[in-house]
């Protein structure tokens, strides 16, 4: 079982930069890949990027390659996401979530979500 909370969401001028945090609780955190999602209403919720249990490996969506970058802190159980050139675009509620170890990449595994967090970008 894994417990998932974000925070660091707000608001932001196009071309400035964001840090979201998703603190874990749980024992499987360090064996678990993270991810980010991000929906805004109407449309189906985007895998934004994925990360492995030990940060080795990533992946990003077109949409974001380039200007966000995800990261993991196993010992404080928690994984980043620094949202640097924002786009009006980029606007969304934001999802942290967990999967399976080995299945970073892939947006159907992840089983563990956290309740959002908002970023909103000014343009």
């Known amino acids: 079982q894994v417990q998932l909370v974000e925070s660091g969401g707000g608001l932001v001028q196009a071309g400035g930069s964001l840090r979201l945090s998703c603190a874990a609780s749980g024992r499987t955190f360090s064996s678990r890949a993270m991810g980010w999602f991000r929906q805004t209403p109407g449309k189906e919720r985007e895998f934004v990027t994925g990360i492995s249990w030990d940060g080795g490996n990533t992946y990003y969506s077109d949409s974001v390659k380039g200007r966000f970058v995800v990261s993991r802190d196993n010992a404080k159980n928690t994984v980043y996401l620094q949202m640097n050139s924002l786009k009006s675009e980029d606007t969304a509620v934001y999802y942290c979530?967990?999967?399976?170890?080995?299945?970073?990449?892939?947006?159907?595994?992840?089983?563990?979500w956290g309740q959002g967090t908002q970023v909103t970008v000014s343009s």
């Open positions: 979530a967990a999967a399976p170890p080995g299945h970073y990449f892939d947006y159907t595994s992840y089983d563990y």
